[in-house]
Every structure is written in C-alpha cells, then in structure tokens.
C-alpha cells in the first residue's frame, strides 16, 4: 500500500458509500457527487491499492474478496469516527427544531398517533406519519438515503445497508358483526370457508392477508369484495353477512365503534412482526437514536 502522506483518503468514503449501495448512482446520489466522481474515484483507489473492488453485476456491483477485506478493515474505524463527532452534537429535542419523517401503516398510525402527539407536545420536534410506498425497494431506498428517518414495517428482508429490531407483534383474527345470523359463539373451519369475505389485499405483494401469513394453503374463499383500507374492511363487514380477517390490535379500536367481534382463526397462522427500520449510517446518531428510543418505549408502555 503507498505511504499515507501519498494517498488520498477521501477516497475511502466513496469506497464505503458504493459497497453500502451496491451501486455507482446511488453511491452518487448519497454522496452528493456525479456518478462520474464516484466512479473515477473508485478507478484511483483501485490502482492506488492495487486491487480490483468491485464487479458489475446486473444494473448494480458487486465487491470482489478485497473489496470485502477492505471493507471490514474501514467500517469499524469510520465507525469510531462518527462516534466522536456525534459525541459532539448530542440531540436536544427540546432545543432543536426538527421534523422527523416515519413510514408506517395503518395499524401503526392508529395506534401510535395519539402517544406521539402527547409525547411531542412542547417539544421542538414533530413526528410525521407517512403511508410507505409499495414498492419495497423505494422504501428501502427511501430509508437508505435518509428520505424518511425510520420505517416501522414487516419487511421480511432487511439488507445489509439497513438496521433493524423487532418492535411488537400481532396476531390475525377473524372479524363478524354481532348480529350475525349464523356465527355466533364460536366459529369452524366449515363455516369459515363457508360464509363470503371482505378481503383485504396488501399493496406491496398483492396478496391477500391470510395469503401471506398463513402456514398452510387454504382452500378459495368466496369473495364479497377486494379493499386496501383496513377501516373500510371492517365498516363494509359491519353492514353484511360476509366475514374479514384483521390485525387484533387494529380491530380492538374500532370492534364497539362498527359492532363487531373477533374469533380465532380456525387454521395456523404466523405472527404479524412489526420492526423498526434505520439506515445503518445513522446508528449512531443522536437524533435517530432519540426517535427510536422514543417508539420503542411508547410501545412497551401501551396496553397491548
């Protein structure tokens, strides 16, 4: 390697930024550079090292084996470094004016809302709720160059260039009007399959809810009609024979608003996990620490 008084070590945050990324234009466009500095950049670092860093794969690259020690070698220092200067400018929230943006659901904003708006009364901040994208790639792009300052979803994968941590969880029940004329009391899996469903169709895998979460194939059900609203699932519910399946959570708001009641769902299901989402970059930031810290124990402190 050449002496350090020879080499340029800005270099090295371009390095990071495009193996974070997994690519020349998003590397880019969270550096605030042109693709052409982040890509001549690389180019004088590699020769620079004397080592290739990164392949093209697809629309995007790859690191090879030395991009890969390379990167284990940088990560923890620079790391350390962002220690200090946050260790600098700790967040004040009662000092600093800021507006942080999260993505959540309805289920989340239902239930969140309210403690949130209690907790930023006379605070110089704001908590904004934002409905996230479809596209689970926009939201972890969204995330990733700090679009939105955390996303509470079930995103199943988390990549490398995110943070994560489990939240809360949540069960799926089976949603009837009161007055239904022929479940009352209990429901089987004969009258399950038999009634017509309201059926609420998740956005991002076009998929049904119990679809996605349930451990068996189900047998077709019949259809009564297709939402993406979860309130307006159960308000059509509450005014007709035909039966949903909702978040037990989302549902316990508004089961004596609409006269409805729940049942256990007659066939397995997987539990609704909940995380809360971060750019790894901002791990260590005093500003995003505090908003995590904050849900999180709003969360725990609620009666769930």
Known sequence: MPQTNQFDLNLFPVFLAVYRCGSFSRAAEQLDLTQSSVSNAINRLKKQLGDELFIRVGRGVE????GHNL???LDSHF???DDVVTAMDQFDPKLHSRQFQVYANEVIMQLLQSPIDK???GLAVDIVFKEPPSNEELLQSDLQFER???AIDVMSQIPSSLDAGLLMCDKLVCVVRKDHPRIQGQLSSEAYFYEK???FKMRRSNLAITELYSETVLPQRKTYSEQSS???MLATTSKTD?????SSRYLKEYAQLFNLVQYPLPFETRPIEYHLIWSKKLQRNSANAWLRKQITQLVQTLEL
Not at 63 to 66: F, G, L, P, V
């Open 148 to 150: 939105v300052d955390l």
């Open 197 to 199: 469903h309201v059926v």
């Open 230 to 232: 979860l309130l307006s």
């Open 71 to 73: 990167y284990q070698q």
């Open 63 to 66: 690191a090879t084996s030395a």
């Open 242 to 246: 035909a039966i949903s399946v909702a």
């Open 119 to 121: 907790l930023t009364a």
């Open 79 to 81: 790391n350390a470094i």
